[in-house]
């Protein structure tokens, strides 16, 4: 039994004094953005209450995303667009992931990296000094395969990175196939492996499938930065100095979200605002279970807690 008097060996959902119990128990709310905040170009209902609620009592809010076609900049405008006022401090998307990644390890500023992506990883690389090739650019490139045709990659790619990318195409492929394959030591990162994501109120291929392409074509695995792997996690545990028992993740994908934060010891609530549906929490297949689940974040509103 816990503090709230419920058994908490499977998932609870959300109530007026669970929430309450909820929000007293921890200092920060790590909150996924697609399916949490917004889906697509669409603010979900509440969420701008619901976040005021939680600054004034003094919970810090951190907003990480596996979406890696915006940058840490371009997230925090997409905020105010809603009317919301974010801090770019506050918002770890994937593509910052990857150049964090990057930076961690010492990557030589003389390699280069080769970009299967959108512009928020072309801007977070290139924030921390790196030289990058591909991305948006190469999406309008055409190849012609005959006989005599050779393609042509750079040697000093020492890193391919791979996240969602609406401009794939098979010189893309090519290029970053040869370059795992071909250049001595070159690095294959992931941003994430989310199978679909909401890039308008419709599931789309998320970063996923072009992850798994390249998987194909070079018989190698990714490193992943974005969650649950738990790189992320050790980056924001550095950063903020807060204990994961107090930290709540709060999604609305099973093998992201909620993996991330059960992995890392935060506890975690499962929202229906996105991808993921009751049958599919209830299922015999399901195997990871949150500490609480509810339709959508506006419901920690239930809470009772003064202060």
């Given at each position: 039994m816990d503090d709230t008097g419920t058994d908490d060996s499977r998932p609870q959902f959300l109530s007026s004094q669970n929430a309450e119990f909820l929000i007293n128990s921890v200092d920060a709310f790590l909150f996924d953005c697609d399916g949490v905040?917004?889906?697509?170009?669409t603010l979900i209902d509440g969420v701008p209450e619901t976040l005021?609620?939680?600054?004034?009592?003094?919970?810090?809010l951190v907003f990480v995303t596996n979406n890696s076609t915006k940058s840490r900049k371009q997230y925090a405008k997409k905020f105010q667009t809603f009317g919301i006022s974010v801090n770019e401090e506050e918002i770890f998307s994937s593509s910052f992931a990857a150049a964090a990644y990057l930076k961690s390890i010492n990557f030589p500023k003389e390699k280069k990296v080769y970009v299967i992506?959108?512009?928020?990883?072309?801007?977070?690389?290139?924030?921390?000094?790196?030289t990058c090739l591909g991305g948006p650019e190469d999406g309008n490139k055409r190849i012609q395969l005959n006989s005599n045709f050779f393609f042509e990659h750079d040697k000093d790619v020492g890193a391919v990175v791979v996240g969602l990318d609406q401009y794939i195409n098979y010189y893309k492929l090519q290029y970053g196939t040869l370059?795992?394959?071909?250049?001595?030591?070159?690095?294959?990162?992931?941003?994430?492996?989310?199978?679909i994501g909401h890039l308008t109120s419709q599931e789309w291929p998320g970063a996923g499938t072009m992850v798994a392409a390249i998987c194909g074509s070079t018989q190698k695995e990714p490193i992943v930065v974005g969650k649950p792997s738990t790189f992320m996690m050790d980056f924001l545990l550095e950063r903020f100095q807060i204990d994961t028992p107090k930290m709540c993740m709060v999604g609305d994908r099973l093998d992201t979200d909620i993996l991330f934060g059960k992995n890392a010891g935060c506890k975690t609530l499962l929202?229906?605002?996105?991808?993921?549906?009751?049958?599919?929490?209830?299922?015999?297949?399901?195997?990871?279970?949150p500490d609480y689940y509810t339709s959508t974040v506006?419901?920690?509103m239930q809470s009772r807690l003064t202060m």
């Amino acid at each position: 039994m816990d503090d709230t008097g419920t058994d908490d060996s499977r998932p609870q959902f959300l109530s007026s004094q669970n929430a309450e119990f909820l929000i007293n128990s921890v200092d920060a709310f790590l909150f996924d953005c697609d399916g949490v905040i917004w889906k697509g170009d669409t603010l979900i209902d509440g969420v701008p209450e619901t976040l005021e609620m939680l600054r004034s009592k003094g919970k810090k809010l951190v907003f990480v995303t596996n979406n890696s076609t915006k940058s840490r900049k371009q997230y925090a405008k997409k905020f105010q667009t809603f009317g919301i006022s974010v801090n770019e401090e506050e918002i770890f998307s994937s593509s910052f992931a990857a150049a964090a990644y990057l930076k961690s390890i010492n990557f030589p500023k003389e390699k280069k990296v080769y970009v299967i992506g959108e512009e928020g990883i072309l801007e977070e690389l290139e924030l921390v000094g790196y030289t990058c090739l591909g991305g948006p650019e190469d999406g309008n490139k055409r190849i012609q395969l005959n006989s005599n045709f050779f393609f042509e990659h750079d040697k000093d790619v020492g890193a391919v990175v791979v996240g969602l990318d609406q401009y794939i195409n098979y010189y893309k492929l090519q290029y970053g196939t040869l370059c795992i394959r071909e250049n001595s030591g070159c690095l294959f990162i992931a941003t994430n492996r989310d199978a679909i994501g909401h890039l308008t109120s419709q599931e789309w291929p998320g970063a996923g499938t072009m992850v798994a392409a390249i998987c194909g074509s070079t018989q190698k695995e990714p490193i992943v930065v974005g969650k649950p792997s738990t790189f992320m996690m050790d980056f924001l545990l550095e950063r903020f100095q807060i204990d994961t028992p107090k930290m709540c993740m709060v999604g609305d994908r099973l093998d992201t979200d909620i993996l991330f934060g059960k992995n890392a010891g935060c506890k975690t609530l499962l929202v229906f605002s996105g991808v993921t549906t009751t049958s599919d929490l209830q299922g015999p297949t399901n195997s990871i279970q949150p500490d609480y689940y509810t339709s959508t974040v506006s419901d920690l509103m239930q809470s009772r807690l003064t202060m």
